[in-house]
């Protein structure tokens, strides 16, 4: 064999590989007729089951948001619920097609576990919430304490790297789940409870007493929150990732569920047309329809609306958007140019 022909075998295998790395996700997800995405089992604002099992929350729109980019019908998802310590799993083995559970990027889980974080849909940091009877007015005076929180999370080392840096000494009291952490803190089996600040906020108004307790001011960590797929898929990771950037783009250009036809229709801005597929192809490399974005935002807005009505002030949590502002406004948000 020629030196030629070994060339163009290789080429060809290596053209194979990349072929099939990028048939995976998208076609099973068209053939099989709907998105399965693991979400909390119960973290409101995020995601969290009505008493007939209905799915809410930002986490849960993400989800939605790419059903209506591969189907045009944002219903075209299920949900399986998972514990901190299943999520990965379930992602890995194919569980899920896509996993959208309040979960933090961080470097070993983007490099080292298989997977590929596609953006951030919240910006967060770690915080503490006690009893108000406690006496504690900031998180440097729980000195001595003993603090719940959910195993397999990166609230455990944040939580040690904090303690140790101020030089307090703690017991950390690590509960297989969410909902066991909360209990056991309810309970009275610990003196805080950590986790991200929303989900303090999302946590405490659902006690029996929400006035008894109160987050402390400290935000102790960087948690940015994001979707995340399986590593080797590049064209399932483009469809989640411009996913989310439509919705950040379609509030950055004023489009909304009210008014994203008549944008489609008479636009000027080159930018929000080729957005809405009224101008261009630019579906056509993702295996995507040209109305996708459309799509999107015609189901379940932009951005700004899906903040509003699960954390924000349209919902019980009223979270402000601090740094999950828009870049314009003095927040983090920010979506690539759609050309």
């Excluded at 309040?102 to 951030?120: E, I, K």
């Excluded at 504690?136 to 001595?144: H, I, R």
């Excluded at 250009?253 to 801005?269: L, Q, R």
């Excluded at 040209?290 to 019980?316: H, T």
Aim: include cysteine.
């Amino acid at each position: 064999m020629n030196k030629l022909s070994q060339i163009t075998i290789g080429a060809l295998l290596a053209l194979g590989t990349v072929s099939a790395a990028q048939a995976g996700t998208l076609d099973d997800v068209k053939k099989k007729g709907f998105v399965q995405c693991g979400v909390s089992a119960g973290l409101a604002g995020f995601s969290a089951p009505d008493d007939k099992g209905n799915y809410s929350g930002i986490d849960v729109d993400i989800c939605k948001a790419v059903a209506a980019a591969v189907f045009g019908d944002a219903t075209k998802v299920k949900f399986t619920p998972l514990t901190a310590k299943e999520r990965f799993t379930a992602l890995q083995s194919g569980e899920v097609d896509l996993l959208s559970r309040n979960t933090t990027w961080t470097l070993n889980r983007d490099t080292a576990q298989g997977l590929s974080f596609t953006g951030v849909t919240y910006y967060g940091g770690q915080g503490f919430m006690v009893r108000k009877s406690l006496g504690v007015k900031s998180a440097k005076e729980l000195d001595g304490a003993s603090v719940c929180t959910e195993t397999g999370t990166t609230t455990e080392l944040n939580l040690s790297d904090y303690f140790k840096s101020n030089g307090l000494k703690y017991t950390v009291v690590a509960l297989g789940s969410n909902s066991e952490a909360v209990a056991a803190y309810d309970s009275g089996r610990c003196d805080a409870y950590t986790t991200d600040a929303s989900g303090l906020y999302a946590t405490r108004i659902a006690l029996a007493k929400p006035d008894d307790h109160i987050v402390l001011p400290e935000i102790i960590s960087k948690e940015p929150l994001g979707p995340v797929v399986r590593q080797g898929d590049s064209q399932w990771f483009g469809v989640v990732k411009w996913s989310l950037f439509a919705l950040v783009a379609a509030e950055e250009y004023g489009v909304t569920a009210a008014n994203v036809d008549e944008s489609k229709a008479s636009s000027a801005n080159p930018e929000v047309k080729r957005l809405l597929g009224a101008e261009g192809e630019f579906g056509t490399p993702m295996g995507l329809p040209n109305d996708w974005a459309y799509q999107i935002v015609k189901q379940l807005g932009n951005y700004g609306e899906v903040f509003d009505r699960n954390v924000g002030a349209g919902s019980p949590l009223k979270i402000d958007r601090g740094i999950n502002a828009l870049w314009s406004k003095g927040g983090l948000q920010y979506a690539p140019p759609f050309r």
